[in-house]
């Protein structure tokens, strides 16, 4: 058995081999000790005359939870089943390696997620790549994806920085690759098993002579030889995990698809915005989680699908939004629709299943369950007005013959097992009966011996029975022995009873058994040749699959748009233009969440400065999360929305490292900037959030500066940036299309944390109430030590910090490091339009000794406002005011309408000098 054993570990060298030795799998030697740490087994050993081997066991009837483990370990576990009855056998039971388990191959459904896609992966660089003149795809490279459990099969080529962010956001667990490809795939930001076959297994050749058994002509489907090189490769390993026979013939289809042909939306952007990982893990909500209403898991599925990879086809889009609209508007069809889908099976794994011959005749009853429900919904749909409803139930295939098939021969509660009999229906096949009709009078027949037997030999005592090792006895207690008749044959001898049986019991025994046995083999072959005819449907039950997931989703969106209050947004806006935006995710979690909207209008980079923790991140993501969801087909959380159709969506939002891969969490912000200044569009949306400040403060501001000119002026996209570099509000004065944003607050007296008066702390400062609301214009204070002192900053320190402020401010500190005097006097223009207490001071700069620039330009305006001819004592300006030119006038009108609080520093100088220049002119 060793000898075995070892044998398959030679066949399959990358693989650990579990053994099936009766009701376990036995791994062996170095094997032995990895199953048993990983799965936390026991280790033993056995003995034989060659000498002493490690040996550990998983049972059988549990091995999937087993299992388990050794895939997160990136194992790939080949297990060996006996293929020969082990009373058949003469010697050595015969075993033979029935499929290979490897992260991308699972197939067991106690292995996968059933609400989402499990991706085997496979890319190849085209061979020109490193030899001219090779298969004529240039620089591109291949990326072939396929999911083992449901048959879908995709590839799509582009160059290898496009093909590395598509494997990111599919995050397959498992990527097959040959040596020396152009990139790592090890390197992404998602774990997973890299599998190299050698490099025949990504040769031209043999590719096609694997896809040749599944489509009829391969260049005809796939033009470009490095797809047709990724796909094939892709096939021929999941072929060999699939064991000796191999069976895919449920990859019925092989789809191309164009990177370009969907918004582009990164890893980075994926995690940022939380579309299906969570950044508190266990306690936040995805976007997913969110508007995931979807009644089988055949429509979670395609949702997801759908958020990874939304449009950019408008037309298409609006098709969606036509289907959610006409099923938001019909409640009652929409509902029918959802009870009907809420009996779906996974159809998709379900018609798997069948092809690979793993189907028992439960799965078969679940799937014409599945079909039952299919008229029930087109019934529904009868009178669907819109082009993609009317479509889908067009395509909606009732299989009625596989229905009737499946109803006619396979009973309605079907045992778990498919080789015991009770499978097939009375009545579906006539030899199966005439059997069954033999061994059920052959029962009736014993069951009747007792009777007869008592009556016949007077012993009222008598008892007919069976048991599996003696077969049907007829027991007589010891005193009545001697009533035994003549033609009785002892059977069996117990302590108080002897058992016998006569030559027609036998004769009958014989009959009843070789019938029983007969009609379980019978069945077995009845239900496979069922289960045949049911896989030669594959591709329609597959397209139906489809149809039922697509309608899931689209009824889907319409339940989060009634129960959420979403909008239909109008596409194919110039500009994004949103009326009271939320957050999707966060008004879920939030009692009150107050919206906010965007206009973009008046220009394409919107500045935004504000507190910590008044909501810039969570804004600049609701703009993002409210275009993804459009493009996707659904309405969106808003009042009403004007939106563009983007084509790719980039954030640069949070702070992390990356130590192992040395990277620091600066050097990552300017990898990640890289990017999307280099690949975003005037059709992209970009956010950014605090650029620049991993370093000093003056690389900071000059990288952030930098960035945002280079956004306006070279790249032209759609832009968010929210910052702290009060300076860079200043831009919006000198690029003409860009605009700043605030986040508002109200400030009161000074408190401590429960509202009471703080010993120790400045009690000058404001108490500062976070209003999340957005206003034009920019913010006067960032309100930093504010935010410490509401997270539980020691009074103490936060008073210290506001004496660093105020001595920041002194004349001679740099003015472009710091907002002091707005954090030291409170000020912020936005009491007055908040509802803050207008009773409440805010400083007067013209009382204070420091020289920041925009206290001599708040004196210079309260003497204009005063109608004073003169002017402030330090501020001298030449020319009688009296006689006054239109030049003059304008300047001086500019003043009065300039509103003060709200100017930075480095804005006051550059006003002053412009406006001088303007005088002195």
């Not at 990983?38 to 280790?43: D, G, H, P, Q, Y």
């Not at 082009?387 to 309605?412: M, Q, T």
């Not at 979690?589 to 969570?618: C, L, R, W, Y």
């Amino acid at each position: 058995m060793l000898s075995q054993y070892l044998d398959l570990c030679e066949a399959h060298p990358d693989a650990i081999v579990l053994f099936q030795v009766g009701d376990f799998y036995e791994a062996f030697c170095e094997a032995a000790e990895v199953v048993a740490r990983i799965c936390e087994v026991t280790l033993t050993k056995r003995e034989d005359s060659t000498g002493t081997y490690a040996m550990a066991g998983i049972p059988i009837d549990n091995a999937a939870s087993y299992l388990e483990p050794l895939l997160d370990a990136e194992y790939r576990v080949a297990v060996a089943d006996q293929v020969e009855d082990a009373e058949e056998a003469s010697g050595l039971v015969d075993r033979a390696v029935t499929n290979v388990v490897s992260p991308g191959t699972v197939v067991d459904d106690e292995l996968l997620d059933r609400a989402s896609a499990t991706y085997l992966a496979a890319v190849v660089e085209a061979e020109g790549r490193q030899n001219p003149g090779g298969d004529g795809d240039d620089s591109r490279t291949a990326l072939a994806t396929l999911d083992v459990s449901t048959g879908e099969c995709q590839v799509t080529s582009a160059d290898s920085d496009r093909i590395s962010t598509e494997l990111e956001r599919l995050a397959p667990p498992e990527v097959l690759a040959p040596a020396g490809l152009g990139f790592d795939p090890s390197a992404l930001g998602f774990e997973t098993m890299l599998t190299d076959r050698g490099p025949e297994a990504f040769a031209l050749d043999r590719a096609d002579e694997t896809l040749s058994r599944y489509v009829a002509e391969p260049t005809a489907v796939l033009d470009s030889p490095v797809e047709r090189r990724a796909v094939g490769a892709l096939l021929d390993y999941a072929e060999y995990t699939q064991g000796d026979d191999g069976a895919l013939s449920y990859v019925s289809r092989i789809r191309r698809y164009d990177l370009r042909e969907s918004l582009r939306i990164d890893a980075t952007a994926m995690r940022s915005l939380e579309l299906f990982d969570s950044r508190h893990p266990g306690r936040g909500e995805t976007l997913l989680d969110t508007v995931d209403r979807t009644a089988c898991a055949l429509g979670r599925r395609k949702l997801e699908a759908w958020l990874r990879r939304p449009l950019i086809d408008e037309a298409e889009i609006e098709r969606r939004h036509d289907a959610v609209a006409e099923l938001l508007s019909r409640p009652l069809t929409r509902e029918t629709i959802r009870d009907h889908l809420d009996r779906v099976y996974d159809l998709e794994r379900l018609a798997a299943r069948v092809s690979r011959e793993r189907a028992n005749a439960r799965d078969l009853r679940a799937l014409k369950t599945t079909l039952d429900v299919v008229p029930g919904v087109k019934d529904a749909l009868a009178d669907a007005e819109s082009e993609a409803l009317a479509d889908l139930r067009e395509s909606l295939d009732e299989l009625a013959d596989v229905r009737d098939l499946i109803g006619e021969a396979i009973v309605d509660d079907p045992p778990q097992e498919i080789t015991e009999g009770g499978v097939i229906s009375e009545g579906f096949d006539d030899e199966l009966d005439e059997i069954r009709a033999t061994e059920r009078e052959g029962r009736e027949w014993v069951s009747s011996l007792e009777e007869r037997e008592r009556e016949r030999t007077g012993i009222d005592s008598l008892e007919v029975g069976y048991n599996q090792v003696h077969g049907y006895y007829i027991e007589v207690t010891n005193p009545n022995l001697d009533r035994v008749p003549d033609d009785y044959t002892r059977r069996q001898t117990l302590k108080n009873a002897e058992r016998f049986y006569t030559p027609e019991l036998k004769r009958r025994e014989d009959e009843i058994l070789s019938a029983a046995e007969r009609a379980d083999a019978l069945e077995y072959e009845v239900f496979r040749d069922v289960r045949a005819e049911v896989a030669a449907e594959t591709e329609r039950l597959q397209s139906l699959a489809d149809a039922l997931a697509r309608l899931d989703v689209l009824a889907t969106f319409a339940t989060v748009a009634a129960s959420a209050d979403y909008v239909r947004p109008e596409m194919g806006a110039e500009e994004i233009a949103i009326d009271a935006g939320r957050h999707p995710v966060v008004e879920r979690t939030q009692a009150e969440f107050v919206p906010n909207g965007i206009d973009f209008a008046d220009g394409h980079v919107a500045v935004i400065t504000g507190p910590n923790m008044s909501g810039k991140s969570t804004y600049m993501r609701q703009v993002a999360l409210i275009c993804l969801l459009a493009q996707a087909g659904s309405f969106v959380p808003a009042d009403a929305a004007e939106l563009p159709v983007l084509d790719r969506l980039f954030t640069r939002v949070g702070a992390s490292d990356d130590i192992a891969g040395g990277q620091s969490t600066f050097m990552r912000e300017m990898a990640e900037l890289t990017e999307i200044l280099h690949d975003a569009t005037e059709d992209s949306l970009v956010l950014l959030d605090e650029v620049g400040r991993g370093t000093s403060t003056a690389d900071g501001l000059a990288i952030a500066r930098a960035t945002t000119e280079f956004v306006h002026d070279e790249v032209g996209a759609t832009t968010l940036f929210a910052t702290h570099y009060h300076d860079l509000t200043a831009l919006a004065e000198e690029l003409p299309n860009a605009f700043n944003l605030h986040f508002t607050v109200s400030k009161g007296e000074g408190k401590d944390g429960d509202g009471a008066d703080s010993p120790d702390a400045d009690t000058d400062a404001p108490d500062v109430t976070f209003l999340h609301r957005v206003a034009e214009g920019a913010a006067s204070s960032s309100y930093g030590v504010e935010v410490a002192r509401l997270a539980g900053v020691p009074d103490r320190v936060v008073a210290r910090a506001r004496e660093h402020l105020r001595e920041s401010s002194a004349p001679g500190a740099d003015a472009s490091t710091s907002d002091a005097a707005t954090e030291r006097d409170g000020g912020d223009a936005d009491s007055s339009d908040t509802g803050a207490d207008a009773s409440v001071s805010t400083g007067d700069p013209a009382d204070d000794d420091s020289d920041d620039p925009r206290d001599t330009l708040a004196a210079y305006v309260d003497g204009l406002d005063a109608g004073s001819n003169g002017h402030p004592e330090g501020l001298a300006i030449d020319g009688d005011f009296d006689d006054l030119g239109e030049a003059e006038r304008e300047v001086l009108a500019e003043l009065r309408d300039l509103d003060v609080a709200r100017t930075t520093p480095l804005e006051a100088l550059n006003t002053l000098e412009r406006l001088q220049r303007e005088l002195n002119e």
